[in-house]
């Protein structure tokens, strides 16, 4: 797996976001991060969720965003061990995408939260 440029983390952090820090090298999402949505942000959330990414309180669920270098993945998956309702896994052609699928998520629809029960 490839890392995910500075530019590409920028521009998620800016929008708000928080995020871990790098997966290590041998972990299924290798130098992936996970990106969540702080509760002081506005945007889309899921009533009732609230655990931490890092030292960040977030209400909504995160997503894992990774590459190979070619292909871009945003990936959610909140049951274990299949997917489950609310669960995806979107593969993406450049990092453009990656990151408008991110926003669309947290800020965009908010149906795309509509499957969890928490």
Known sequence: MAEISE????????AGLCMSNPFPDGHG????VRLGKPASVKGNKVDGLSFRVGNVLVDAPSVVLYTDGQTWAVELQEHV??????????LWNSPEE???DILDYFFGDPERMSEFDY
Do not use: K, Q, S
């Open 98 to 100: 990656a990151i408008a």
């Open 29 to 32: 999402w290798e130098h992936g």
């Open 7 to 14: 530019t590409v983390l920028i521009e998620l952090r800016n």
């Open 81 to 90: 061990p299949n997917p489950g309702p609310g669960d995806f896994r979107n």
